[in-house]
């Protein structure tokens, strides 16, 4: 069992940084790929971001690659999002997850396990 909770959330303006984190519980999490979704409202929820278990190999979608970077920190079982030059498109609840999945991983099927979200507002 996985327990996952996101924060750093909040208001940006357009060209600012966010840097988002996801606490981990449980021994097994360091096995899990780890990904991160966002759902604006109206819309379906939509693949940002996801690390390998190793850390050593990341995907991006298209329209957040080279602006966010995603990240793990085993030793605080923690994982992040590093979101730079913001743009009000970008504004969404994000939600970091955990899959055992050994295919892409792109999609919110494959997750197991999910947080609760946080708000990302990014005003132009």
């Known amino acids: 069992q996985v327990q996952l909770v996101e924060s750093g959330g909040g208001l940006v303006q357009a060209g600012g940084s966010l840097r988002l984190s996801c606490a981990a519980s449980g021994r097994t999490f360091s096995m899990y790929r780890m990904g991160w979704f966002r759902q604006a409202p109206g819309k379906e929820r939509e693949f940002v971001a996801r690390?390998?278990?190793?850390?050593?190999?990341?995907y991006y979608s298209d329209s957040v690659k080279g602006r966010f970077t995603i990240s793990r920190e085993y030793a605080k079982n923690t994982g992040y999002l590093q979101m730079n030059s913001l743009k009000p498109e970008d504004t969404a609840v994000y939600f970091c997850?955990?899959?055992?999945?050994?295919?892409?991983?792109?999609?919110?099927?494959?997750?197991?396990?999910w947080g609760q979200g946080t708000q990302v507002t990014v005003s132009s």
């Open positions: 690390i390998s278990w190793s850390g050593g190999t990341t």
């Open positions: 997850a955990a899959s055992r999945s050994t295919g892409p991983a792109r999609t919110a099927p494959e997750y197991d396990y």
